[in-house]
Every structure is written in C-alpha cells, then in structure tokens.
C-alpha cells in the first residue's frame, strides 16, 4: 500500500518528465534534508519506501515519533542528481505533512501525559491520504478511530433520524453484522445517551456535550453498564482537553488533530 502510495505521489509530481532531466548535468550527489523547527517526526517509512522505487541510497538519522529540534538533520541521500531533484519535493511533502500532524498530536498528548485515556483521531482527513494522515496521527502519539465505514457501525444523527425504533434495529444489526462489529451512538443529551445504552450498544460518544452533562452519563454508565465505552467529542481544545480527560470517559477524539495541524518546516541541500 505505501509502495502505490508513493508511486502515485511521485507522478504526480512528474507528470509526463521532469523537464531539468533533459538539460541539467546528471553527476552523482549527495544530499540531506535538515529540520527548520522543533516537532515530531513523522513520514519516514514513506520516503523510505520512495527511495527503494528510485534506487536512491539512503540514511535516515532520526526515527518516526522521535522528537526534532532546529537545524537536525534527518537524512542523507546519495544517487544521481536528476534522480534526487526528481523525488525532492515527493520527499519533503511526505515528510512535512505527516510531522505537522504528529507535531500537532503530540502537543494535544502532553496535556494528558497522566491521564490513561485515549486519544483518537476522526474521518476528517483529506480525500485519498486517510491512511497516510492517520499513521502521523499514531506517530504523535496518537489512536486511530474507524478507517472508515466497514469497520464499525456508527449511528450519528444523521443515521438516527432515518431509524424509526433504536432497540429494534441495534437488535437486527447484531443479527446482520459481523459478530465482532462494534455499534456506536452519537448522543448529543443526557437522555439521548442513556436511551443509547438501553439499546446495548457498545460505544456512546457524547457530542459537543458539557463537561457537566458528561460526568452524568459517565456516572449512570458506571452505575448500569460498566461495558459500555465512552467517547467525548466536539468543541475539544488544547485548553479544555483536560478537564475532559478528567470526566471520566474512555477516550477523546478530534478531529482538529488533523484538519488543524500545520506543516513543519524542512528543507533539502546538496551537497
């Protein structure tokens, strides 16, 4: 899967040739790409794999997850100028983006260093790079949520609006789905969230809920169906996400982790 992944991103980048091929002298070099900021990094297996496609040598000094500071350098490169050139800006694309998201998690992660909760990211990613975006998001220290929609049942309040009888239809899912599929329901009330676990379902995630409402339905679950797993959702922020942690539910998610996360600055020398 990474293999086409990077296929793909490269031609996409070339096109039909890169056009430096037909004039730039093709001696062999060197290169490195240095770290312009401090972050997580995140996208080596991809570049690696990139490097294998084009038969580029290569050594990376730092490791996915590993903290950066300014001015590290990552890797060298060493193989043909036209090919390096070539793969440069594929390279520092993968690089960049996947540690801007691993960066952003990782700051999300310290405030709950103390806390065992996790933290999940969402569907929120960009069409065609869920699975790129999601491996940043574990790099950071993060949890992937579902991959998509064949590996959980979720019910959200646009599906809840089209299900006459909740009780009903969690019953006939369970019959029609694979038995280790996980059914959850978005709630937006205290009532909602209670109803959700009168149904036996497996999972309630409290969306855009307040904090206050939320200990309630940690404290009726905990007092009726201990199973059952929670999940808080919407309006969460590095500054609150804590008094979230503390609720008492299972895990967070965001999708702000990123569809919010911003690039780390890296850049290519030769040598």
């Known amino acids: 899967m990474i293999k086409n992944f990077v296929k793909k991103a490269l031609q996409e980048d070339v096109g039909r040739g890169d056009l430096f091929r037909l004039i730039g002298k093709n001696r062999k070099v060197t290169a490195k790409i240095v770290s312009k900021e401090g972050g997580i990094l995140s996208g080596v297996d991809y570049v690696k794999s990139l490097c294998k496609v084009e038969k580029i040598k290569y050594e990376f000094f730092k490791k996915d997850s590993m903290v950066l500071k300014k001015g590290d350098v990552i890797a060298s490169f060493e193989s043909k100028a036209n090919k390096i050139l070539m793969c440069e800006r594929t390279m520092l694309n993968l690089l960049q983006h996947a540690s801007g998201i691993a960066t952003n998690v990782h700051t999300y992660m310290e405030k709950l260093k103390d806390n065992e909760i996790k933290l999940l990211d969402t569907r929120k990613t960009r069409p065609l790079l869920r699975v790129f975006e999601k491996y940043a998001v574990r790099c950071g220290g993060g949890s992937n949520h579902r991959m ?26 369970r019959y029609k789905l694979p038995y280790t599929t996980k059914i959850e329901v978005e709630c937006e009330s205290i009532k909602d969230a209670k109803y959700a676990m009168q149904c036996r379902c497996d999972m309630v995630m409290c969306d855009n809920m307040s904090i206050e409402d939320i200990k309630e339905v940690v404290k009726y679950k905990n007092e009726n169906f201990p199973y059952i797993l929670l999940e808080a959702s919407g309006n969460i922020t590095k500054e609150n996400i804590l008094e979230f942690a503390k609720s008492g539910v299972d895990a967070i998610s965001s999708g702000s982790l990123i569809h919010q996360a911003t690039w780390l600055d890296f850049s290519m020398k030769i040598e």
């Open 148 to 173: 998509g929609l064949d590996d959980c049942l979720m019910l959200k309040d646009t599906h809840l609006q089209t299900i006459d009888n909740l009780e009903d239809f969690i019953k006939r899912s």
